[in-house]
């Protein structure tokens, strides 16, 4: 299971990355993008929750994605602690040219639409149980 895992990582990883690069964005970038195209406002503790990821790792894309103009960093006005996040209106438009990427991406696994929706059911199950066991910070 852990170089099946791996070696998939890398291998739809790879499938992602010209696709993405027409968009101007790194994988990591395109995450952050997708939970603030779901949901923005959020702070950066959320979207750090969201995506697993810890500060040190989260704070250059988002430094990244704001000097892109797409999002905006600013400290929020009910607790300067926190770290609010939006989209510009050049992030809003961007979603449209990445609505294809999901698609482009299936179609270029050749693995059926059933088979994935599957896959990424066991995957939740699997990261559940890591952050259950402790493996994972949430």
């Not at 602690?81 to 991406?105: F, H, K, M, N, Y």
């Amino acid at each position: 299971m852990c170089f099946a895992l791996a070696v998939a990582n890398r291998a739809v990883l790879a499938v992602y990355r010209p696709i993405l690069d027409r968009l101007g964005l790194t994988h990591p970038q395109y995450l952050v993008m997708l939970a603030l195209w779901e949901r923005s406002p959020l702070t950066s503790k959320e979207v750090g929750q969201l995506l697993q990821l810890d500060s040190p790792t989260l704070s250059p894309l988002l430094k990244r994605l704001e000097a892109l103009g797409l999002i905006t960093r600013a400290r929020s006005a009910a607790d300067e602690r926190q770290l609010v996040l939006e989209l510009t209106d050049a992030g809003r438009a961007l979603r449209a040219e990445a609505e294809s990427v999901p698609g482009q991406v299936v179609d270029a696994l050749g693995v059926g639409l059933d088979e994935l929706q599957d896959l990424h059911a066991a995957l939740v199950r699997v990261n559940a149980a890591a952050l259950k066991a402790g493996a994972i910070r949430n």
